[in-house]
Structure formats: structure tokens, C-alpha cells
């Protein structure tokens, strides 16, 4: 649920902003507050604190620059998500308003409902992003220091095992051995300092070990400390989620088709897929149905195969109806030479009208409702599949489900993906 609050002192603008915004923004459901005056929506400001303001610039009793500042003075740094409308096209005043902490700029009388809802929204969205960079920008800061002290904890280890090699290079076939294994370390710890240079995940799994042998050892009888464990637990879960999609998104970039290929047998590796999603498939009461007997096995870079399936069926589970648990078929089949995969649910569906354009898109979700995410899974998904030649196939309709099909395309052509709104 989303608040907007409009702040403008004529009633009929007030009106059609109301008729325009209606009750929902895509899938945001909306609630609106309104004030005549700055005093009147200083107040409302106080009391709901909204999601996005709607300000007109010309009030009785201030104007909407001087109203801008007083509600930044009573919100967190870079926390206000404030869209300027004036009668006027001044560009500028549409320049000042975004200077002084305004996200977007209409003019009354040159948008429709379309413009405004996709404004609003649009400015809801990058407030939320910036709020969500802020909160972690002081993990990674704390991340990125305790990197460089394992770099020259490292530097240091490095430097021991030359000197130790160098002396071991006098001695005898005993210590020749020896020096053998040590120049294996060494170059283990060559490897270890890349990875640490270039990837954060080993600090944030030492920071993981760390909390989980506080939280096992150590004993707490005040529960507001018990309340700050569970939240640094969240914060570790987000961060370590966000920085693995990213180094996955790295590495199919860095690395594309260097994999080989093999046959893939689909039950073994469905299996394997389904036995990593146990804990979400109990939980949510889903169940998984199969049917390869067209296609028992596929020639494809198996861990790659493994991660589409991972994602596609983990996304069926996550974005279930809450009215009812997930059914989900997963199915192979042989169409004009092609391996085709096919995922089906009967989850939330997507509207593919007015968002299949961004559906594969990097840091995109389209239930933010549903759960936790990045965003990452289906542009993580069509790298895979299109690394492999292939491309995929979506139908959908909104409150029914979701069908993938992936075309694994043998002679490693590339063909565009297909969208379908099912009605």
C-alpha cells in the first residue's frame, strides 16, 4: 500500500489527480491524503508520512519551492520523493524544483493518466532504490575494509612462504617435497588474492561465520539485542544474495561459451534442482510435476541448464497466489531440431503488455510483494540461454500463471525472444 498525498489548494485539480491515479498504480494499491494549504500539508506530511507527494507549486499561503524545503527539513536525507506541478511550463522553475530535492516535474494541463501514474511510480521507484543504496552503502564500507586488512593479512602470509621456499630450495629430496607443496600454497594464495581483490564474497562469508559463532556461543537476556541479531542477520542474508547474482552476472560475461557441452540427462539434474528448492517447496505446500518422456536428455553446458531451472522454479515458487499453494510443470519436448524446456505455473502472472519489454531487464521485479529479490534471475536466465544459441518463449496471464519455454538451439544461432499476453 503506497500513500500519496496531494497538496493543492484547487479542488478540481485535486479531483483529477484522484480520478487519474484511481486506487492502484500497476500492482501498488494506493492510498490518498490531500491538503489545500503548506500549513494543512506540512501536517498531513507529519502525521501519514507518504510515499510520494504531489505539490503544487502556486498555494494561498506559500509556494511549492518554500514548501519543498520545509518538508525536506522534516525528512532523512535523501528520503523525500516529491513531484513538482505548476500551471506554468517555466523551465526554470522545473530546474530549481529538481535542484532542491523535487524527483519529477509536470505541468498541469499537459499530462493524462497514463503520464501521471507512470511519474508517480517512476518516482516511488528511485526513491526506494536510493534508499536501498544508502542502507548499504555503510555494510559495503565496513566489507571493504575488512578486506584490506585480510590483503595485508595475505601480503604477509605471501612474503612468510617465499622466505620459507628459499630456504627450503637448499635442502634435500624430503625437502624438495616440501617446497613442492609450499609452491602449491603459494600459488593457492596467488589465486585467493585475485578472488579477495576483485569479489567480495570471501569477507562476507568470514563476516557469516563470525555472527553465526556469536549467535551459537554467545548468550542474550535483553531482547531488544536479540532483535539487533536477527536484523544484522537479515542484512548479511540481502547482502550476501546481491553480491553472488552479481559475480554470477559477472562471470557469464566474463567467461561466455567457454564451458563445454554434454548430455544431460533431465530427470537426474531436475532432481538435483528440486532437492535445493525442498525447504521452499515444503514451506510453501508446492508441488513439481515432470514430464520428459519426449525428451529424456538434452546436450547442454549442464551447470548452466541447472542454473535456468534453479531460477525459473524457485521464481514459480516465490511468486505463488497466497490463496493457493504453487503447481508447477516442468516438461521437454523436440520442435524443429530445437530441446525445448517448458516451465509452467500457476503463480501471479505478469503483464506482459506493460512489462514484457523490461521482463529480462537487470535489478527488474514485477511482484515486489512477493518476497525478497535483486532482480537478477530472469536476466541471469536469458544470458545463460542465449549463450547457448537459444532464446526463450513467454506466455502469461495476470492471476493465472506463467509458461517459459526455452529453445536450446543445437547449431548455436540466436533467435528473439517471444512474448505472449494470454487473455
Same mark, same amino acid.
Given at each position: 500500500?503506497?500513500?500519496?498525498?496531494?497538496? #493543492?489548494? %484547487?479542488?478540481?485539480?485535486?479531483?483529477?489527480?484522484?480520478?487519474?491515479?484511481?486506487?492502484?498504480? &500497476?500492482?501498488?494499491?494506493?492510498?490518498?491524503?490531500?491538503?489545500?494549504?503548506?500549513?494543512?500539508?506540512?501536517?498531513?506530511?507529519?502525521?501519514?508520512?507518504?510515499?510520494?507527494?504531489?505539490?503544487?507549486?502556486?498555494?494561498?499561503?506559500?509556494?511549492?519551492?518554500?514548501?519543498?524545503?520545509?518538508?525536506?527539513?522534516?525528512?532523512?536525507?535523501?528520503?523525500?520523493?516529491?513531484?513538482?506541478?505548476?500551471? &506554468?511550463?517555466?523551465?526554470?522553475?522545473?530546474?530549481?524544483?529538481? /535542484?532542491?530535492?523535487?524527483?519529477?516535474?509536470?505541468?498541469?494541463?499537459?499530462?493524462?493518466?497514463?503520464?501521471?501514474?507512470?511519474?508517480?511510480?517512476?518516482?516511488?521507484?528511485?526513491?526506494?532504490?536510493?534508499?536501498?543504496?544508502?542502507?548499504?552503502?555503510?555494510?559495503?564500507?565496513?566489507?571493504? !575494509?575488512?578486506?584490506?586488512?585480510?590483503?595485508?593479512?595475505?601480503?604477509?602470509?605471501?612474503?612468510?612462504?617465499?622466505?620459507?621456499?628459499? !630456504?627450503?630450495?637448499?635442502?634435500?629430496?624430503?625437502?624438495?617435497?616440501? /617446497?613442492?607443496?609450499?609452491?602449491?600454497?603459494?600459488?593457492?594464495?596467488? /589465486?585467493?588474492?585475485?578472488?579477495?581483490?576483485?569479489?567480495?564474497?570471501?569477507?562476507? %562469508?568470514?563476516?557469516?561465520?563470525?555472527?553465526?559463532?556469536?549467535?551459537?556461543?554467545?548468550?542474550?537476556?535483553?531482547?531488544?539485542?536479540? =532483535?539487533?541479531?536477527?536484523?544484522?542477520?537479515?542484512?548479511?542474508?540481502?547482502?550476501?544474495? @546481491?553480491? @553472488?547474482?552479481?559475480?554470477?552476472?559477472? =562471470?557469464?560475461?566474463?567467461? $561466455?561459451?567457454?564451458?563445454?557441452?554434454?548430455?544431460?540427462?533431465?530427470? #537426474?539434474?531436475?532432481?538435483?534442482?528440486? =532437492?535445493?528448492?525442498? $525447504?521452499?517447496?515444503?514451506?510453501?505446500? &508446492? @508441488?513439481?510435476? @515432470?514430464?520428459?518422456?519426449?525428451?529424456?536428455?538434452?546436450?547442454?553446458?549442464?551447470?548452466?541448464?541447472?542454473?535456468?531451472?534453479?531460477?525459473?522454479?524457485? %521464481?514459480?515458487?516465490?511468486?505463488?497466489?497466497?490463496?493457493?499453494?504453487?503447481?508447477?510443470?516442468?516438461?521437454?519436448?523436440?520442435?524443429?531440431?530445437?530441446?525445448?524446456?517448458?516451465?509452467?505455473?500457476?503463480?501471479?502472472?505478469?503483464?506482459?503488455?506493460?512489462?514484457?519489454?523490461?521482463?529480462?531487464?537487470?535489478?527488474?521485479?514485477?511482484?515486489?510483494?512477493?518476497?525478497? &529479490?535483486?532482480?537478477?534471475?530472469?536476466?541471469?536466465?536469458?544470458?545463460?540461454? =542465449?549463450?547457448?544459441?537459444?532464446?526463450?518463449?513467454?506466455?502469461?496471464?495476470?492471476?493465472?500463471?506463467?509458461?517459459?519455454?526455452?529453445?536450446?538451439?543445437?547449431?548455436?544461432?540466436?533467435?528473439?525472444?517471444?512474448?505472449?499476453?494470454?487473455?
Amino acid at each position: 500500500m503506497k500513500k500519496i498525498l496531494l497538496v #493543492d489548494d %484547487n479542488e478540481h485539480d485535486r479531483m483529477l489527480c484522484r480520478r487519474f491515479l484511481g486506487k492502484q498504480i &500497476g500492482h501498488e494499491r494506493l492510498e490518498i491524503f490531500e491538503a489545500t494549504s503548506g500549513e494543512e500539508g506540512i501536517a498531513q506530511f507529519r502525521r501519514v508520512r507518504p510515499d510520494c507527494v504531489l505539490l503544487d507549486h502556486n498555494l494561498l499561503d506559500t509556494d511549492g519551492l518554500t514548501l519543498l524545503q520545509d518538508l525536506r527539513a522534516l525528512s532523512p536525507p535523501d528520503a523525500l520523493c516529491v513531484v513538482m506541478i505548476t500551471g &506554468g511550463g517555466s523551465e526554470e522553475l522545473a530546474v530549481r524544483a529538481l /535542484n532542491n530535492g523535487a524527483l519529477d516535474y509536470l505541468v498541469k494541463g499537459r499530462f493524462d493518466q497514463e503520464l501521471l501514474c507512470k511519474t508517480v511510480l517512476h518516482a516511488i521507484e528511485k526513491n526506494e532504490w536510493r534508499q536501498y543504496v544508502g542502507r548499504y552503502h555503510g555494510q559495503l564500507q565496513t566489507v571493504n !575494509q575488512q578486506l584490506r586488512e585480510s590483503l595485508d593479512e595475505l601480503t604477509e602470509a605471501r612474503q612468510q612462504v617465499q622466505q620459507t621456499n628459499a !630456504q627450503l630450495l637448499a635442502a634435500n629430496q624430503e625437502v624438495e617435497a616440501r /617446497n613442492k607443496e609450499l609452491a602449491r600454497t603459494n600459488r593457492d594464495l596467488d /589465486n585467493f588474492v585475485y578472488a579477495a581483490s576483485h569479489d567480495l564474497k570471501q569477507p562476507i %562469508n568470514n563476516l557469516r561465520g563470525l555472527f553465526d559463532e556469536l549467535r551459537r556461543t554467545a548468550t542474550f537476556d535483553d531482547p531488544e539485542e536479540a =532483535q539487533v541479531l536477527r536484523l544484522v542477520d537479515e542484512s548479511l542474508r540481502d547482502l550476501t544474495t @546481491t553480491v @553472488t547474482d552479481l559475480s554470477a552476472v559477472v =562471470q557469464v560475461d566474463r567467461a $561466455p561459451g567457454e564451458e563445454n557441452t554434454e548430455p544431460v540427462l533431465l530427470a #537426474d539434474l531436475t532432481a538435483d534442482v528440486l =532437492q535445493t528448492l525442498r $525447504p521452499q517447496l515444503l514451506s510453501a505446500q &508446492g @508441488t513439481v510435476r @515432470t514430464c520428459f518422456d519426449q525428451l529424456p536428455e538434452v546436450v547442454a553446458v549442464r551447470t548452466s541448464l541447472r542454473t535456468i531451472l534453479l531460477n525459473l522454479l524457485a %521464481n514459480a515458487v516465490k511468486y505463488r497466489q497466497p490463496e493457493r499453494p504453487p503447481r508447477i510443470t516442468l516438461r521437454s519436448r523436440l520442435a524443429d531440431n530445437q530441446a525445448v524446456l517448458e516451465v509452467q505455473d500457476n503463480g501471479l502472472g505478469i503483464d506482459l503488455e506493460r512489462n514484457g519489454a523490461e521482463l529480462f531487464h537487470l535489478f527488474r521485479r514485477f511482484h515486489p510483494e512477493a518476497g525478497e &529479490g535483486t532482480g537478477v534471475g530472469l536476466f541471469l536466465v536469458n544470458r545463460l540461454v =542465449q549463450a547457448q544459441g537459444g532464446h526463450i518463449e513467454v506466455e502469461s496471464t495476470l492471476g493465472e500463471g506463467t509458461t517459459f519455454r526455452i529453445f536450446l538451439n543445437q547449431a548455436g544461432r540466436s533467435s528473439p525472444l517471444v512474448l505472449t499476453q494470454r487473455k
